[in-house]
């Protein structure tokens, strides 16, 4: 199985809501990302998490919050967006951190903030 | 720092036509290089990487890249292109010590019938 899987699809929230998006892959990797995709722009990373450990941050603001609950799952949690957070958002695994391995990532939930 | 450079943000060829886009990486160190597709409201699927076992990297697709490190180029070619192979595409470097790929700006191709 060499699937990343994200859910919802599709997200709508305003701007009060709390939300959270899924990821989950079970090709046994230790090593997870979240980026963030504008239309006709490359992935922006914003976390990686190593071994269940987060350990990137790009300065992303704190209304996403991302979470590791074990080596399979990848939550992101969002709260108080506002409608520049309107985008598609990618999660990825690796083996490990390490710069050879290739990233795998999944279809994204394309997140609309009203 | 590693960065990687896609010239020409829309490519179009006719079917049957060579692709050629085109990618230039910037790296103090041996970069390992990558290509992604996209297409239309789905994620990155990886086409080949570059780690320095061979210069000259088969990928799916029949699409294939050449490491050329005097040029410090590694472009992405097809000999022969689809209607199926319109989609954006990504050449990424990661940043030596792991865990952040630099994407180029993509080059969008187009296959016209």
């Known amino acids: 199985d060499t699937e990343v899987t994200q859910t919802p699809k599709h997200l709508v929230m305003g701007m009060t809501n709390k939300k959270s998006l899924k990821c989950e892959q079970h090709?046994?990797?230790?090593?997870m990302y979240w980026y963030k995709q504008k239309a006709k722009k490359p992935p922006e990373l914003m976390f990686v998490?190593?071994?269940?450990?987060?350990?990137i941050n790009e300065s992303v603001p704190s209304r996403f919050s991302p979470e590791c609950p074990n080596s399979s799952l990848l939550n992101l949690h969002l709260h108080a967006l506002q409608p520049e957070d309107s985008a598609l958002y990618l999660c990825?695994?690796?083996?490990?951190?390490?710069?050879?391995?290739?990233?795998?990532f999944g279809p994204g939930t394309r997140l609309t903030v009203t | 720092a590693q960065s990687v450079t896609q010239l020409g943000s829309h490519v179009s060829v006719s079917e049957g036509a060579l692709v050629l886009l085109r990618c230039n990486y910037s790296?103090?160190?041996?970069?390992?290089l990558f290509w992604y597709v996209q297409y239309p409201n789905q994620g990155l699927q990886l086409l080949l990487k570059?780690?320095?076992?061979?210069?000259l990297v088969k990928g799916i697709n029949g699409f294939e890249a050449e490491f050329k490190k005097s040029e410090t180029s590694f472009h992405l070619t097809k000999p022969s292109a689809h209607m199926s192979d319109a989609a954006e595409y990504f050449c990424?470097?990661?940043?030596f010590g792991g865990g952040k790929l630099i994407f180029g700006q993509g080059t969008e191709l187009s296959v016209k019938p």
């Open positions: 990825a695994s690796s083996p490990d951190r390490a710069s050879s391995y290739e990233q795998y």
């Open positions: 090709m046994g990797h230790r090593a």
């Open positions: 998490y190593s071994y269940e450990k987060l350990s």
């Open positions: 790296s103090s160190v041996p970069p390992y």
């Open positions: 570059y780690t320095s076992a061979a210069t």
């Open positions: 990424a470097v990661t940043r």
